[in-house]
Each structure stands twice: as C-alpha cells, then as structure tokens.
C-alpha cells in the first residue's frame, strides 16, 4: 500500500448500562443525573458494530491499525475489553475524575483531543449509544477535527484516500462520499458483527489498554466536567402512562387510515 | 399566545425530497412564536416557500444559495453566521439525521448548550426550557441551556402548527462554501429507487407475520406490505415452525436480530424472544386481535383488530395515496 502509515482506524466506543430487563430499571439519581451506578454494564450495541466496520476494512487491506477509545469512569474499560475481543487491536481509557458529568460539547472535546493525539485516517463510531441517545456526537468530533462527517451510514466502504456510504433517512436512499480523514457514524443495519472466536478473546487479554489523563490530553480541567456543562436540567418527572404509545381499534377502513397516517407521518410512505 | 419575550429565534426551514417545505417547519415556527420573533432561514432556490414560511408568522425570512453537493455544510454556515449577527433567543431545528447534524455542528461553532429531541419548548425566566421524553419515554426531563445560543431540536410530531399570517421580508445571504477538504458528495441522488428486496438484517423497514397470519396462504399479506413499503419479510418462530416463511426469515434471538426504522408486526403476540430480536426497531407498529397481547407493550402504534380485514385496507390506502401523490403530509395541508 502507498500510504507510509496505513489506515489508522479509531473508535469510538461508550459503556453503557445493560438494556436487560424493563427500562423501569433505569432512574435517576438525586443530583438529576442517570443513574448508571450499581448497573451492570456492557459495550454499547451499536459501537460493536463500528469496531465490526472497522474490522471489515482491515480485512480488505492489511496496512490498518484499529484503536478503540472510551471515556468513562474505571468500569468503562470493560466495554474496551469487548471491543479488543470483537477486533481492535489496541485501547485507550480516557480516564479523569473531572471529566464526571461531561455534556456533548465537553465530551466531544475530550474526545477529539484523544483522536488528534492518536493520529487518524477514519473514526467511526455508532449512530447513537443506548442510555442517552443525543447522537450529536460524531457530527460533534467531526467538527472539532475539522473533518467531513458521515451520519448514520447503513454500508461504508473506504477507498484508497475516500470512504462511501449508504444511508436511507426517510427521504429515499443515498450514497455519499467523503475525503479521508473522516468521521462515519454507523446504525444497526450495517450488518452484524462476528461472533469472535475463541482464540481472539483469549489474545485480547494480552492487547495493550492504555489510560490517558486530562494532563495528557492538554485539556483545561476548567473546560469539562459537570460545572462546564452548557444544559442544566431543572426537573425530572417520570411519566405513567409509559408515553405516546397509542392503541387504536374500530372498523378496518379508519383504522388503515389512521395506520396510514401514522406511517406517512413519519415518511414511510 | 402573542409576540414573546422579544429577540429573534432562528427557524431552520427543512425541505422535502419532492419540493416544497417539511411540515415540521410550521411546527418549528409556531413553537418559536412563543418565545420571541421568528426569522425564517431557508437553504436553496427560494420559489414560494418564503410565503409558506410567512403563513407561520416568519416576518423575517433568509434565503441562501445552496450547494446541493454539500447537504448540510451550508445550513451550518448560515445559522452559525445568522446567530453571531443576530445573537437570537434561540435556534430551533427540526429533528432528524440532518437536523441533528446541523444542530451538533452549530453548537460547535458557537460554543452553545444544545438540548435534542425537545417535545415541547416554552420561556423560562431565564431563558427557553425545553421538555424531552427520556428513557423509553418513561421520564419527562426539563432542561434549560446555560451558556451562548440555545441550541434545539425539535420532534414536531407533537407540535401542532398554527397559522399566523405575515408577509416575510425576503433577505438573501451569501455564505463562503466550506473548505473544500470539509466537503461531502452527494454520489447517487435521493430518491433513487431501492435496487432489490433489502437483506433482513440490514433492511430499513420489516414486516413480520406471526401466528395470527393463520395460514400460508395468508402470508401473502405480509409480501405485499412489504412490498408496498420496500422493506423485508420476517416472520416468528410460530410462522417459520409452520413453513409460512423461510427459515432465514425468523426474527428473534436465535434468528436475525434486526435493527429497522419501522418495524410492523402482523399477527404476533410478542414472546420474549421475539421482542428481543426487534425491540432495537426506531418505530414499532403491531397489528393483532389480542388487546393484551405482549407486542402492544413495545409499539408505538397498536392496531387492535383482524388483520385479515385491515391489512387489505391498508395496501388500498397506500395505493390511493401513491397515485393521488399524497396531498397528506405536506406544509400546507397539515394545519
């Protein structure tokens, strides 16, 4: 391959509470913020299928470097673990008590200053992570590096110095394109990933995980954290009745209007 | 509800793929009537979508060139120049893959608190909160931002838009072209028809029929909605047991496990394992008889009743919207 360094692949990966159980599991603590304490957690869902891109494109051509990059408090380094077992080959835990109760624009600081810092040719990451689900994120980095950004890609394919991808938003199914460096977000239906084999969690064990500090990163302490955050929230209510699930019945021709409705609403017809 | 507490709100107007304005942009501007002076901003040939946007009360309206090469970049650049220019009380945007994009990179630039997926927005004392639906909308959250232009996106399904006729003031506004390293190319055009019957497990839409199908014969429905909406087949364990529908086509766990944008359920109850291969779906709709079956627990939109008698109803439907060409749906029409 021409390229002296190869493809550097970074991504960028979240631990959040496991989805098992009824979402009435999830609350929030008394500061107003998610609970995730006491909550087993586990490698975000659509993250595993950006290390699983990631590992598609090594397989295409053999000059790639996969990273995996989390920012999280201790227990995050388990969603690092996952995603070494699924196919990365090395991890860096951005790990800083101050960085506790990040906002978007913090967080994605954050992480654009790892990405930076690591080198890069293509960041993905998944569309949204499963316990907040802003999915600003990724247009967020982009932005931060200075980057084109690709969202919610349902196939990617990187070239020599281009990535493509297919998306279908709603408006109709489209295929973008982009110079590298880039940032792709991918959903859910970009295919799904591998399951390991045996030997590779068993090597994972051995990939080096390293841990960077806000003082590596070169990041003003002043600039993250819960004070910095841009939003506050001034109340929490929980709902009964479980939101806008409607439940409708009457005779068939009105109800496959109001189905139709509903559907051509939401740009499905 | 008249002029609110003063200052401009900018109003990104979205457009649909065929012409003319989403409706989410009356929506947008009806809620941004309350908290202070619409102005309008509108990427591309403006036509008459200026007046559209005046309906809603946008006395101000922006119109800027668009670069059709670069889908969002150039909506960035404008709200971004607008709100140094303008500092309004806030920057509404509908949302949605585009909106969210344009939303997270404005923010960026301005330094500004962003708050997403906003089902409601009203003035605060200090400043807009905005109320989400959190946490499989089991929780209403109220938030406000704290620092620079508040940022929102907003989900309009909700929103129900009223009229407030004014004649806009049409400004044009040149904005520089993102640096060309920065630039994302359209390759295939939008609306470029699907090439085939999309793999299950990377289609955008499912449909799947269950026990409730009640013969092989009958499964023929789930093709045809399927067909309709060019999504893929699947079925339950039940429907695949029974040799309705392949194998492949089971959604569950020791199935496919599918990730769609709309995921219509035709005769299933809903078992556990079911539900786990579909619950990542963005929207759920179940038909059944059964009112307390399992399914209706997870859709958003439930449909109690035969689906022997609805679904035939449903494809009519789909058909007379398909050669009426849907005046349902459109800016106008859905005041």
Redesign the interface.
């Known amino acids: 391959m021409e390229r002296r360094l190869g493809v550097r692949v970074v991504v960028l990966v979240k631990h959040v509470p496991c ?1 098992a159980g009824a ?2 599991h ?1 609350g ?1 603590a008394a500061d107003l913020r ?1 609970d995730r304490a006491g909550r087993p957690g586990q490698l975000n ?1 659509a993250d595993e299928f950006a290390v699983d891109q990631a590992l598609r494109v090594a397989l295409r051509r053999r000059d790639v470097q996969i990273t995996a990059v989390t920012m999280g408090p201790v227990r995050a380094v388990e969603a690092l673990r996952r995603a070494l077992v699924l196919g990365a080959d090395q991890a860096v835990h951005l790990l800083d008590d101050r960085l506790r109760g990040c ?3 913090a967080t ?1 600081r954050v992480l654009a200053a790892a990405v930076t810092r690591l080198g890069f040719d293509l960041v993905l990451c998944g569309t949204a992570s499963a316990d ?9 980095v ?3 590096l ?7 890609a ?2 990617l394919t990187v070239r020599e110095s281009t990535v ?1 991808i297919h ?13 590298l460096p880039a940032v792709v977000s991918v ?6 990933p591998r399951y390991p084999r045996l030997a590779a969690t068993l090597e994972a064990r051995y990939r080096p995980v390293r841990t960077w500090t806000l003082g590596d990163l070169g990041i003003d302490p002043a600039e993250v954290g819960r004070e910095r ?11 009964r009745d ?9 005779d ?2 009105s ?12 740009q ?2 | 509800m008249g002029i609110g507490p003063g200052g401009s709100v900018l109003v990104l107007a979205q457009r649909r793929a065929g012409g003319g304005l989403c409706r989410s942009s009356g929506a947008l501007l009806t809620l941004a009537r309350r908290l202070g002076a619409p102005v309008g901003v509108l990427c591309g040939p403006p036509e008459g979508d200026a007046a559209s946007l005046g309906r809603y009360g946008a006395a101000t309206v922006y119109t800027v060139a668009d670069s059709r090469r670069h889908p969002t970049g150039v909506a960035v650049e404008a709200l971004a120049v607008l709100a140094r220019r303008l500092a309004p009380a806030a920057i509404l945007i509908a949302a949605g893959r585009e909106g969210q994009e344009v939303a997270a990179r404005v923010a960026v630039r301005l330094d500004s608190g962003i708050v997403t997926d906003a089902v409601d927005i009203r003035p605060g004392p200090d400043g807009p909160v905005a109320v989400q639906c959190v946490l499989d909308r089991s929780y209403r959250v109220e938030s406000s931002v704290v620092r620079g232009v508040p940022v929102f996106t907003v989900a309009t399904r909700s929103v129900a838009a009223r009229e407030a006729p004014v004649d806009p003031v049409v400004r044009r506004l040149a904005v520089r072209p993102a640096a060309g390293v920065r630039e994302v190319r359209r390759i295939a055009p939008v609306g470029a028809p699907a090439p085939r019957r999309p793999d299950l497990a990377t289609a955008a839409v499912v449909v799947a029929g269950g026990r409730g199908v009640g013969s092989r014969d009958s499964f023929r429905l789930v093709d045809q909605v399927a067909e309709a909406l060019g999504g893929a087949v699947g079925g339950s364990h039940t429907a695949t047991q029974l040799g309705w529908c392949s194998p492949e086509a089971q959604v569950d766990v020791v199935g496919r496990v599918v990730h769609p944008r709309l995921y219509l359920a035709l005769g299933i109850s809903g078992s556990v394992r079911h539900r786990a291969g579909m619950r990542a779906a963005a929207t759920i709709v179940a038909i059944d008889r059964d009112p307390a079956a399992p399914i209706f627990a997870v859709a958003d939109l439930g449909v109690v009743g035969d689906l022997h008698e609805v679904v035939p109803e449903l494809l009519a439907e789909i058909r007379r919207r398909r050669t009426t060409d849907g005046v349902n749906g459109t800016f106008g029409g859905a005041a």
Request: hydrophobic residues 45%; aromatic residues 4%; charged residues 25%.
């Open positions: 989805a979402p009435g999830a929030f998610l869902e906002d978007a624009l994605s907040s689900g802003m999915s600003v994120v990724p247009a967020m982009a932005e931060r200075g980057v084109p950004v690709l969202c919610d349902d196939a493509e998306r279908d938003d709603g408006a109709g199914p489209e295929a973008l394109a982009a110079d959903t859910g239906r970009c295919g799904e955050s841009a939003t506050v929230v001034r109340t929490v209510t929980p709902r479980g939101g806008t699930r409607v439940l409708v019945d009457g068939p021709t109800v496959a209007i109001r189905l139709a409705d509903f559907l051509a609403e939401r499905f017809l």
